[in-house]
């Protein structure tokens, strides 16, 4: 049975403590080297408080003060852990103890937004193994056999480790303080109606700027985003105010209306990088700063919102002698001691090789404003409309103006900004929220440059070959198919998005089931191989006859607008008189004349069987299909706001 493992455990952990805190702790009560206590939970076998599911975690680890009591703790949420303890009453039961560690581990991404990487423990009769979970990968320890001495020595080294080292040597983020823990007893949180959560912890986050040096401290008010994966970017999105812009810990001042003219969004994210980080040109913030600096001089026209970058920097750590480090993955590597080596060109598959070859990742923090909300809090069909033209308008000017090409167009990329709520303040630069006096339209914010390229430096930028978002990636995208990536990789994405939203529903209140969605035609657009969505979608898209029998005609009945809208994007991008179509075409073979020509033909012109891509050959006449596209928009757009300031 597993359930002794839970107090062997912690009577160890109490043990290991016991003996710290007269080291901790002088005659005086002054605290010495020791940074903290780690101390087990008081409770073993039971769901998390703030635990969205009804699964139940083993056990778990938290820290308390020096000087506090050595005695199990309360911890009843993720929010609170350490880390994670899942036990098991057999040694070979290892890799099922693992598989549930890094499932329930998620939770604490998802809960702890200081948190840069994760501790996990493993219990499997007297084998224990410690787990790294990072961004791309969990680094799983020798096992420490508590039946044998070398092993109990291991666990106390850890244990010890884990109560002198630097806070951020837990996985903690320093640059990240929790302010207040909230007046429930469950560490609750809900949902605002944008879907944003609304958690009783509040955190203030230190923002630095690599250009001006400088950092501003802002209080989040609500996460718009949470990493909810183990591995990956673990980008983070927050609506948050500066600092002295709070009333007291947590109460905001703000207009009248609840709004408030200072809002920002802050993104946290670990994206992939090249050194030095500082310099890498496929950096959002590099990007970002091109757009402010092109906008702010000469505003865009014809006109439209995006996002102004007001805060852009690397999280900093401090070292010995006040030295400060960026926090990369070079950086978590050292501080287990290690050096982290760069995978050898062409091979993906690090897990192949030594765990030290893992990709170098470098933790950066963006501070923006306008403050959106997102694409499915619009109310209607003319008003998605409305958004989606201005964002691709968005698109266009930064490709024309910035030679920047976005390549993640996705409905969580698109937010709707509406004139009097956040940022809407006669203080507003007009470049960023031009706020109509007479009007009450949405806008429409293209966000999320993290896939973003410079056009022209592509071939010099080694980066993820397939970058986008399923089930919105182009079929040039999804095959990785050797032409340049272009303008109408994102139009097409954009189409895919209206057809998503067309077919499950465009705003909360109006969502089709999982279960209504089974075995229509878009879900296959979701799941499987790559190659496989691809293949699907150019059968989907190969025809005006396939695309309306199979993907329009699944829209919801209700729309009258999205229909016509999707037909006629998808005939401007795949039914161009040049190259019409979706899938590869076989030539003819050459018809001979007589077989005495047959002598004066070459091998190569024998084999004629060669093969068309009409994806591939419609970059060819890219301006001329895009001027299409953008005809297409502004059509509806018209249309649809002319209904919306009649209605």
Same mark, same amino acid.
């Given at each position: 049975?597993?359930?002794?493992?839970?107090?062997?455990?912690?009577?160890?952990?109490?043990?290991?403590?016991?003996?710290?805190?007269?080291?901790?702790?002088?005659?005086?009560?002054?605290?010495?080297?020791?940074? +903290?206590?780690?101390?087990?939970?008081?409770?073993?076998?039971?769901?998390?408080?703030?635990?969205?599911?009804?699964?139940?975690?083993?056990?778990?680890?938290?820290?308390?003060?020096?000087?506090?009591?050595?005695?199990?703790?309360?911890?009843?949420?993720?929010?609170?852990?350490?880390?994670?303890?899942?036990?098991?009453?057999?040694?070979?039961?290892?890799?099922?103890?693992?598989?549930?560690?890094?499932?329930?581990?998620?939770?604490?991404?998802?809960?702890?937004?200081?948190?840069?990487?994760?501790?996990?423990?493993?219990?499997?009769?007297?084998?224990?193994?410690?787990?790294?979970?990072?961004?791309?990968?969990?680094?799983?320890?020798?096992?420490?056999?508590?039946?044998?001495?070398?092993?109990?020595?291991?666990?106390?080294?850890?244990?010890?480790?884990?109560?002198?080292?630097?806070?951020?040597?837990?996985?903690?983020?320093?640059?990240?303080?929790?302010?207040?823990?909230?007046?429930?007893?469950?560490?609750?949180?809900?949902?605002?109606?944008?879907?944003?959560?609304?958690?009783?912890?509040?955190?203030?986050?230190?923002?630095?700027?690599?250009?001006?040096?400088?950092?501003?401290?802002?209080?989040?008010?609500?996460?718009?985003?949470?990493?909810?994966?183990?591995?990956?970017?673990?980008?983070?999105?927050?609506?948050?105010?500066?600092?002295?812009?709070?009333?007291?810990?947590?109460?905001?001042?703000?207009?009248?209306?609840?709004?408030?003219?200072?809002?920002?969004?802050?993104?946290?994210?670990?994206?992939?990088?090249?050194?030095?980080?500082?310099?890498?040109?496929?950096?959002?913030?590099?990007?970002?700063?091109?757009?402010?600096?092109?906008?702010?001089?000469?505003?865009?026209?014809?006109?439209?919102?995006?996002?102004?970058?007001?805060?852009?920097?690397?999280?900093?750590?401090?070292?010995?002698?006040?030295?400060?480090?960026?926090?990369?993955?070079?950086?978590?590597?050292?501080?287990?001691?290690?050096?982290?080596?760069?995978?050898?060109?062409?091979?993906?598959?690090?897990?192949?090789?030594?765990? +030290?070859?893992?990709?170098?990742?470098?933790?950066?923090?963006?501070?923006?404003?306008?403050?959106?909300?997102?694409?499915?809090?619009?109310?209607?069909?003319?008003?998605?409309?409305?958004?989606?033209?201005?964002?691709?308008?968005?698109?266009?000017?930064?490709?024309?103006?910035?030679?920047?090409?976005?390549?993640?167009?996705?409905?969580?990329?698109?937010?709707?900004?509406?004139p009097g709520g956040p940022n809407a303040s006669a203080d507003t630069d007009a470049s960023v929220f031009d706020r109509p006096s007479s009007s009450s339209l949405p806008r429409g914010?293209?966000?999320?440059?993290?896939?973003?390229?410079?056009?022209?430096?592509?071939?010099?930028?080694?980066?993820?070959?397939?970058?986008?978002?399923?089930?919105?990636?182009?079929?040039?995208?999804?095959?990785?198919?050797?032409?340049?990536?272009?303008?109408?990789?994102?139009?097409?994405?954009?189409?895919?998005?209206?057809?998503?939203?067309?077919?499950?529903?465009?705003?909360?209140?109006?969502?089709?089931?999982?279960?209504?969605?089974?075995?229509?035609?878009?879900?296959?657009?979701?799941?499987?191989?790559?190659?496989?969505?691809?293949?699907?979608?150019?059968?989907?898209?190969?025809?005006?006859?396939?695309?309306?029998?199979?993907?329009?005609?699944?829209?919801?009945?209700?729309?009258?607008?999205?229909?016509?809208?999707?037909?006629?994007?998808?005939?401007?991008?795949?039914?161009?008189?040049?190259?019409?179509?979706?899938?590869?075409?076989?030539?003819?073979?050459?018809?001979?004349?007589?077989?005495?020509?047959?002598?004066?033909?070459?091998?190569?012109?024998?084999?004629?069987?060669?093969?068309?891509?009409?994806?591939?050959?419609?970059?060819?006449?890219?301006?001329?299909?895009?001027?299409?596209?953008?005809?297409?928009?502004?059509?509806?757009?018209?249309?649809?706001?002319?209904?919306?300031?009649?209605?």
């Amino acid at each position: 049975s597993e359930k002794p493992l839970y107090d062997y455990f912690a009577n160890f952990a109490l043990f290991v403590a016991q003996c710290l805190q007269p080291i901790a702790v002088d005659g005086n009560g002054n605290t010495l080297d020791i940074a +903290r206590l780690v101390l087990p939970s008081s409770r073993s076998d039971f769901k998390p408080n703030d635990s969205n599911d009804s699964r139940r975690i083993d056990s778990g680890l938290d820290t308390r003060n020096p000087d506090s009591p050595v005695r199990p703790v309360s911890v009843d949420a993720y929010a609170d852990m350490l880390c994670v303890l899942e036990a098991k009453g057999a040694r070979d039961q290892g890799d099922e103890a693992l598989v549930q560690l890094f499932m329930y581990s998620a939770s604490l991404y998802t809960r702890q937004p200081d948190r840069r990487f994760l501790w996990g423990l493993t219990v499997c009769a007297d084998e224990i193994y410690v787990c790294a979970m990072l961004n791309d990968c969990a680094l799983v320890s020798p096992v420490m056999r508590i039946s044998e001495a070398s092993g109990r020595k291991a666990l106390v080294s850890l244990l010890v480790s884990w109560s002198v080292c630097p806070r951020d040597r837990l996985g903690y983020d320093p640059t990240m303080e929790r302010v207040y823990s909230g007046i429930s007893s469950d560490n609750s949180s809900s949902s605002s109606d944008d879907g944003s959560i609304i958690d009783d912890i509040r955190y203030e986050i230190s923002c630095y700027d690599d250009e001006t040096e400088e950092t501003r401290k802002y209080a989040i008010k609500r996460t718009i985003m949470s990493a909810d994966d183990i591995f990956g970017r673990h980008t983070r999105c927050f609506v948050a105010t500066p600092v002295d812009y709070s009333i007291g810990d947590i109460a905001m001042s703000g207009a009248a209306d609840g709004s408030n003219p200072q809002e920002v969004v802050i993104k946290d994210a670990w994206p992939p990088a090249e050194s030095p980080v500082l310099e890498d040109p496929r950096s959002e913030i590099v990007l970002l700063r091109k757009i402010r600096s092109e906008f702010e001089t000469n505003p865009p026209s014809p006109q439209h919102i995006y996002p102004k970058l007001v805060v852009g920097g690397h999280i900093k750590l401090a070292r010995d002698e006040g030295t400060q480090e960026i926090d990369t993955t070079d950086a978590i590597f050292q501080s287990m001691g290690v050096e982290r080596l760069n995978p050898p060109p062409g091979n993906d598959k690090v897990e192949a090789l030594h765990w +030290r070859y893992q990709p170098l990742r470098a933790h950066r923090r963006i501070v923006m404003s306008p403050v959106g909300h997102s694409v499915k809090s619009v109310r209607n069909e003319k008003e998605l409309i409305v958004v989606l033209a201005e964002a691709m308008r968005c698109h266009s000017s930064i490709l024309g103006r910035c030679g920047i090409l976005h390549r993640d167009i996705s409905t969580n990329n698109i937010l709707v900004v509406r004139p009097g709520g956040p940022n809407a303040s006669a203080d507003t630069d007009a470049s960023v929220f031009d706020r109509p006096s007479s009007s009450s339209l949405p806008r429409g914010l293209l966000i999320d440059f993290d896939f973003a390229i410079e056009v022209g430096i592509s071939e010099r930028v080694a980066r993820p070959e397939r970058s986008g978002t399923l089930p919105y990636m182009s079929i040039a995208n999804l095959l990785n198919l050797g032409a340049d990536r272009t303008a109408l990789d994102d139009w097409e994405s954009l189409l895919y998005v209206i057809c998503w939203l067309a077919t499950v529903g465009i705003c909360s209140n109006d969502r089709t089931t999982d279960a209504d969605l089974e075995g229509l035609s878009i879900c296959q657009w979701r799941t499987g191989a790559l190659e496989r969505i691809a293949d699907t979608k150019r059968k989907h898209m190969n025809s005006a006859s396939n695309f309306e029998d199979l993907i329009a005609r699944e829209f919801r009945k209700q729309y009258k607008l999205l229909p016509l809208l999707a037909i006629a994007l998808h005939e401007a991008l795949f039914a161009n008189s040049n190259c019409p179509g979706a899938l590869v075409k076989s030539k003819r073979l050459n018809r001979l004349v007589d077989l005495d020509s047959l002598e004066s033909l070459t091998f190569d012109q024998q084999e004629s069987g060669s093969k068309d891509d009409p994806i591939i050959e419609r970059n060819g006449y890219v301006d001329d299909i895009i001027t299409n596209l953008q005809g297409v928009m502004q059509k509806f757009e018209d249309f649809a706001k002319k209904k919306l300031n009649s209605a």
